[in-house]
Nanobody, 118 residues
Framework: QVQLAESGGGLVQAGGSLRLSCAAS????????MRWFRQNPGKEREFVAS????????AYADSVKGRFTISRDNAKNTVYLQMNNLKPEDTAVYLC???????????WGQGTQVTVSA
């Protein structure tokens, strides 16, 4: 069982930056692929980024490529999402997820709200 807790969301102006964190419980954190998703009410959940257990392989949605960076610190059981040059369309609840597949992670966090004003 893995428990995930996101933090770092908030209100920022367009062009600004935020860094999200996702702290995980459990001793096997480094064995999990970690992913960030985002969701707005009434819309489908959208994949944002993923990182392999070792951190050596990352992937991004086209909409965030070049602006967002996913990273992890396995010693701290934490995955990060550095978001730069934020746009109003990045506004969403951001959720981290562990394990499973892109379409069906094993574990989910509660999410953290990111709001980007124009």
């Amino acid at each position: 069982q893995v428990q995930l807790a996101e933090s770092g969301g908030g209100l920022v102006q367009a062009g600004g930056s935020l860094r999200l964190s996702c702290a995980a419980s459990g001793r096997t954190f480094s064995s999990y692929v970690m992913r960030w998703f985002r969701q707005n009410p009434g819309k489908e959940r959208e994949f944002v980024a993923s990182i392999s257990g070792s951190g050596g392989i990352t992937a991004y949605a086209d909409s965030v490529k070049g602006r967002f960076t996913i990273s992890r610190d396995n010693a701290k059981n934490t995955v990060y999402l550095q978001m730069n040059n934020l746009k109003p369309e990045d506004t969403a609840v951001y959720l981290c997820a562990a394990g499973g597949t892109k379409s069906g992670p094993d574990y989910w966090g509660q999410g953290t709200q990111v709001t980007v004003s124009a």
